[in-house]
């Protein structure tokens, strides 16, 4: 994994928003297979555009915009054997915590599931990963968009154990270590042929922040032991990887709600870095958690890690100053060393196929002032 050796490196959290002539042929596939090939070729192109389109904004680690996938964790239940999907059988959304009744007004436009459910995601047989061909196609596509262009590495996102299937129900281990172990072990085939293909591993675990609020309400020692489990779990997926191919990216939810009950980072923080990763990618920009520097000043980054802090966020429209993205990273260089910083985004821009948390416009502005906001930054740490 690159460090910030001669100046802050840039990269994002992942997904981008999807191209309308890629969701309109995936919508095609699902009803007519025969368009796949057709599919599969402009995937590709876009993909290829999409890299460019990072170099360009001056992003430096770059990925394919997560353009194959259906969403940041459900497209795994495409992937894996062992749930059905129950229309039917509708589930409470307790991962999104008390906000749901406070702000009943607010979460019925933003996320209507929370106050009517969701379909229950059951677990009812052996769960096994099937999906190499898949992740082979987008590891072949993201090699073949960053061969050619000038970008300083690449990575790829995959979802983690406790992010995955957060609907869901287990009706086949009836045990919560058999039953989570299991994702791990199914996942671990997805995070093994992104390794091997030669790309940065990130995964994605916003349900380790984001169940937080409902666990502890039951008892802080449950959300830590659920917590614990799961990271368990993930690091056995992880094994034979070395650590600087790895990051770990946490959130505390991309959607626009007010986030009063969202997880202290200082609460979680020593369950984030039990993650055998090389470098934590850790929202940090948004109004209600960018205070949170302050936590580095009483945590110390272990020897040899990596900090990537959202300097610009998703949460907004509003498209930062290169000077304020410059300080914040300051902060950070000054808390863990400059070395030890890669400015980053707070979340995706896209956490499903179908949702885009700003306009495209907006998101590639975000990043070229990301990109700014390094390089004032560079110039301050290392011209001096």
Not at 10 to 25: D, W
Request: proline share 5%; hydrophobic share 40%.
């Amino acid at each position: 994994m690159k460090r910030s050796e001669n100046r802050i490196l840039t990269t994002h959290v992942g997904s981008l928003i999807r191209p309308p002539e890629l969701l309109s042929l995936a919508k095609t596939v699902r009803d007519y297979p025969e368009t796949r090939p057709r599919y599969e070729e402009l995937l590709k192109r876009l993909v290829a555009e999409a890299v460019t389109k990072q170099v360009e904004a001056g992003i430096d680690i770059v990925n394919d915009g997560e353009y194959g996938k259906s969403s940041w964790a459900a497209y795994m239940l495409e992937r894996i054997s062992g749930f059905e999907i129950r229309p039917d059988q509708i589930r409470e959304t307790l991962w999104l915590g008390r906000e749901r009744e406070r702000f009943r007004d607010v979460f019925a436009i933003d996320i209507p599931r929370a106050i009517t459910g969701v379909p229950t995601q059951a677990c009812i047989g052996p769960i096994r990963y099937t999906g190499q061909d898949v992740i082979k196609r987008a590891t072949e596509n993201l090699k073949a968009a960053v061969n050619g262009v000038k970008a300083e590495e690449a990575f790829m996102t995959a979802v983690a154990p406790a992010s995955t299937a957060f609907d869901g129900v287990d009706e086949h281990y009836h045990d919560e270590r058999d039953y989570i172990f299991a994702i791990a072990d199914a996942l671990r085939e997805e995070y093994q042929a992104i390794y091997r293909a030669g790309f940065v591993l990130q995964v994605d675990d916003a349900l380790i922040t984001n169940y937080y609020d409902h666990l502890t309400s039951i008892s802080p020692a449950r959300y830590r032991e659920w917590a614990e489990l799961c990271i368990a779990a993930l690091n056995r997926a992880l094994e034979g990887i070395p650590e600087d191919r790895i990051r770990y990216h946490i959130c505390f939810g991309s959607w626009h709600v007010p986030h009063t009950t969202d997880a202290p980072l200082e609460a979680i923080i020593d369950i984030v870095l039990k993650v055998r990763a090389g470098a934590y990618s850790i929202e940090a920009a948004n109004v209600r958690h960018e205070h949170e520097w302050r936590v580095w000043e009483k945590v110390k980054l272990p020897p040899g890690k990596i900090l990537i802090p959202g300097v610009v966020t998703h949460h907004t429209t509003t498209v930062e100053h290169p000077r304020l993205v410059a300080d914040r990273i300051l902060r950070f260089a000054k808390l863990v060393g400059r070395e030890n910083v890669i400015a980053g985004t707070d979340c995706g821009f896209a956490q499903a196929d179908y949702i885009q948390r700003t306009q495209p416009s907006v998101m590639w502005a975000k990043f070229e002032t990301l990109a700014e906001g390094a390089r004032l930054a560079s110039r301050e740490l290392w011209d001096k």
